[in-house]
């Protein structure tokens, strides 16, 4: 008998044959990893199809995987379903081939980058306050799933290629909504291996290839011209010059998987800080004094951010709760071991933000919406990994300091012009797909604040 083999196997749910929990999982794949965590603990074992999964809650088990024993764990076999929208990008590759593109595409994140950026997000959001008037003026709802998704959008193209008109930043935006829509849809769909001709297969196509050909031209304009300043295109060709730089395709490849990502993400965590906002009002009185005592009407600029202490707290709660990124997925490429149990290469280790934002022997009353949680006294006293709404380790998300700095920006300038109250209608709840969002729709009417 070997080693491992003597080892426990985790608890978990049985499952069905071939199929094991999968026809579970995907009614409601949220509610079926927190009923079994509730159950069965921190390390839960479970047949979904074919491949075994292991999903790890306790902070020091996600450490483990992401940081103490990275080099045992790889992230692109799991991305399969993902492919389509993020490519071979730095999202997904691994290894020396992942070491090298981090460092290439490293300095367009970096603060030099942050005063254009802060003037895209504060156009883009003057913008949007703009085509708010006219409801705004009769009463009318708008939805904020997709009006924050239309903003980030706008935002994400502009970073990365400068100016570009209106009805392209649209088309771009329309093609980015499918193709994020089919892959979403796919995500839990038990067919999906089988890449069956499907209608919604070839709109995702024609979609992607929008996506792309759009990229395509930007770069090729940019190499052969001067690139566009202060971009983050402009900063990608500036930092990898000679022999060493990254190719047409990865260039393409990292500029695509930021539309997606640098959209996706921030679209889901605004739409949920405006419903927690709506459903808590004492935080929403909170927030809204700091920004007009401090900004006194005017967008907040990169030298006030730091100073917006409580609606960052209140942005960090949104993220706890609601973590875009809910769920990620790593696979062992040698036998490892969590608490005793056995965790065997090429299993599927699943690691889940929401589950580990709510443990209860790290977060007092876990399901309440705090934001004072993370004044830094009582953040410092909790364990590492037990808040990663970023993931954390050598591969933390690369544009973590961006998200939250285009949140304060947006937040504070909205948060001065209107109010959001949300509608009556069915019950708002989690939708756990590529992201975390709020559905069935968010449908808020827009208020002047009290001064």
């Known amino acids: 008998m070997s080693a491992l083999s003597s080892r426990r196997r985790a608890p978990g749910p049985t499952g069905y044959p071939l199929m094991g929990v999968f026809p579970m999982a995907r009614r409601d794949p949220l509610r079926f990893f927190t009923d079994c965590a509730h159950r069965y603990g921190d390390v839960v074992t479970m047949r979904l199809g074919v491949r075994r999964v292991y999903v790890l809650r306790h902070p020091h088990h996600v450490r483990h995987v992401l940081q103490d024993n990275t080099h045992a ?28 593109r981090r460092q290439r595409v490293l300095p367009a994140f970096q603060p030099s980058q942050h005063p254009h950026f802060a003037s895209v997000v504060s156009r883009a959001t003057v913008d949007m306050l703009e085509r708010w008037q006219p409801p705004a003026e009769r009463g009318e709802a708008v939805e904020l799933v997709r009006e924050m998704r239309r903003l980030t959008q706008a935002i994400i193209i502009c970073a990365c290629f400068g100016e570009v008109p209106s009805r392209e930043v649209e088309a771009v935006g329309e093609a980015l909504d499918v193709a994020v829509a089919h892959v979403d849809h796919r995500l839990w769909n ?23 050909g759009f990229v395509s031209r930007r770069v090729s304009e940019a190499r052969h011209s001067a690139p566009p300043p202060h971009t983050m295109l402009g900063a990608l060709l500036e930092a990898s010059p000679g022999a060493d730089s990254l190719t047409v395709a990865e260039l393409n490849d990292e500029l695509k998987a930021l539309l997606v990502a640098g959209h996706t993400t921030t679209a889901s965590a605004l739409a949920w800080t405006w419903y927690a906002l709506s459903e808590h ?18 967008a907040p600029g990169i030298e006030d951010v730091s100073g917006l202490r409580y609606t960052r707290r209140v942005i960090d709660e949104v993220l706890r709760l609601y973590p875009p990124t809910w769920l990620t997925a790593r696979m062992p490429v040698q036998d490892d071991m969590l608490s005793g149990y056995s965790i065997p290469s090429g299993a599927l280790v699943l690691l889940s933000p929401y589950l580990t934002h709510r443990h209860p022997a790290v977060w007092d009353d876990p399901e309440r919406f705090d934001p004072d949680r993370f004044i830094p006294a009582r953040a410092a006293a909790r364990p590492a990994f037990a808040y990663m709404p970023f993931g954390g380790g050598p591969r933390r998300c690369i544009g973590s300091s961006f998200a939250i700095f285009e949140m304060q920006v947006i937040i504070a300038t909205v948060a001065q012009r209107y109010r959001l109250n949300l509608l009556p209608g069915p019950p708002i709840f989690p939708i756990a797909g590529l992201t975390l969002r709020p559905g069935p729709a968010v449908r808020t009417q827009l208020h002047r604040p009290s001064a």
């Open 73 to 100: 764990y790889v992230k692109s076999p799991t991305a399969t379903r993902v492919r389509a929208l993020f490519g071979d990008s730095l999202t997904v590759v691994d290894g020396e081939r992942w070491r090298r």
């Open 281 to 298: 009002h004492d935080v929403r009185d909170r927030l809204e004094e700091e920004c007009r005592a401090m900004l006194r009407g005017r």
């Open 190 to 212: 038990p067919l999906a291996w089988m890449k069956l001709p499907t209608p919604g297969g070839a709109r995702c196509r024609h979609a992607l290839a929008t996506v792309e």
